[in-house]
């Protein structure tokens, strides 16, 4: 009877696993493929076990079961050094055969990169709710989309400036966590293919904690010193109707920051926000997919009540900032419009 529920309940753990771009079932890079790798020899060892100690204990059930009257209670035994030491020899030899690639692999991903002057440097920052990323070596900050070239060692830096996040890629790499101590946490991974890769923050850290998505842009190294090059010299933009732009000004650049204004520590970066993935990280800008819209749309949808969307985040609604409607769709078009290239 409790082998139901045990059976529907794992049913639905591997059900939630089903999600093709968050599954760390289909690792997409190195990193993640040694973790894979690692996955599968844990799991056949344990299946061995299962079958073997299985076999043996089915085995006695059948051959040593109670024959009919019988009453006597059988020969007690107690103690075999032959079995002792061989119960004990096996498991140590599956835990060493285990051992020798987990340390491999744990050494292996332990390497940051930080040194490699080859490496995309990356500092990571968790916030309540979204992600800020920032291109070291270039002076550039943005949000929510984390940008990368094909091939190239990433090497993340991770902090936060409020509670406990964790960095997680599950096709890439992770996870890592962002500690509200002060400690940094450094790791590094790679994308071998462009694509676009779905990232979450793995850590309980509020009530919008399972809105608190990234995306991950594998791009060709030309496209990424393209897309550095415009988020350094941006074009200055505005929305092209005054009085919007004063409100814009007053009200929206109060928090966020644009084009050459420097980061704000409270509010994600708004430039080249019409190029992104998804609108506050969850809102898919994709209308040929089931789960996405149009970014218009999503705009216009986080704007006007923003608490629908991401529970305890720290945007107040534009209408509580005296906002009309028109405007808050003007300033929804005018964000849409703003594309890089
Ligand atoms: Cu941030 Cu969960």
């Keep these: 009877k409790r082998l139901l529920p045990m059976t529907a309940a794992f049913g639905l753990l591997l059900a939630g696993c089903g999600r093709e771009d968050l599954s760390v079932l289909r690792p997409q890079g190195p990193v993640a493929e040694s973790s894979y790798a690692l996955m599968k020899l844990s799991i056949a060892i344990m299946i061995v076990v299962l079958l073997v100690v299985f076999s043996i204990a089915t085995y006695v059930w059948i051959r040593f079961r109670?024959?009919?009257?019988?009453?006597?209670?059988?020969?007690?035994?107690?103690?075999?050094?032959?079995?002792?030491?061989?119960w004990t020899v096996i498991p140590l030899i599956l835990v060493v055969v285990l051992a020798i690639p987990t340390v491999k692999v744990v050494f292996a991903a332990g390497n940051d990169h930080s040194d490699d002057k080859d490496a995309i440097k990356v500092k990571v920052t968790g916030h309540q709710y979204w992600w800020e990323f920032e291109y070291k070596d270039y002076g550039v900050t943005t949000a929510q989309d984390l940008i990368i070239p094909t091939g190239k060692h990433i090497a993340f830096e991770l902090s936060t400036t409020d509670v406990l996040h964790s960095f997680w890629v599950p096709s890439l790499a992770g996870k890592m966590d962002t500690n509200p101590d002060g400690t940094v946490n450094r790791f590094s991974f790679s994308a071998p293919n462009e694509g676009v890769y779905r990232g979450k923050c793995a850590e309980l850290c509020g009530p919008s904690h399972g809105f608190m998505e990234f995306k991950v842009k594998s791009v060709s190294g030309e496209a990424f010193e393209k897309w550095i090059a415009s988020m350094k010299a941006p074009e200055s933009v505005m929305p092209d109707d005054p009085a919007l732009a004063e409100k814009f000004k007053s009200q929206c650049l109060s928090c966020h920051a644009i084009g050459s204004m420097p980061a704000s520590p409270v509010a994600p970066s708004l430039t080249g926000i019409g190029s992104r993935e998804a609108v506050a990280g969850i809102l898919l800008n994709d209308d040929t997919r089931e789960d996405g819209a149009p970014i218009l749309e999503n705009l216009k949808t986080w704007l006007h009540d923003p608490q629908s969307v991401k529970p305890g985040n720290k945007m107040p609604n534009p209408k509580d900032m005296g906002l009309s409607d028109e405007e808050i769709d003007g300033i929804a078009e005018f964000l849409a419009g703003y594309t890089l290239e």
């Design 66 to 86: 109670r024959k009919k009257d019988q009453n006597e209670i059988p020969k007690q035994v107690e103690g075999s050094f032959k079995l002792e030491v061989l």
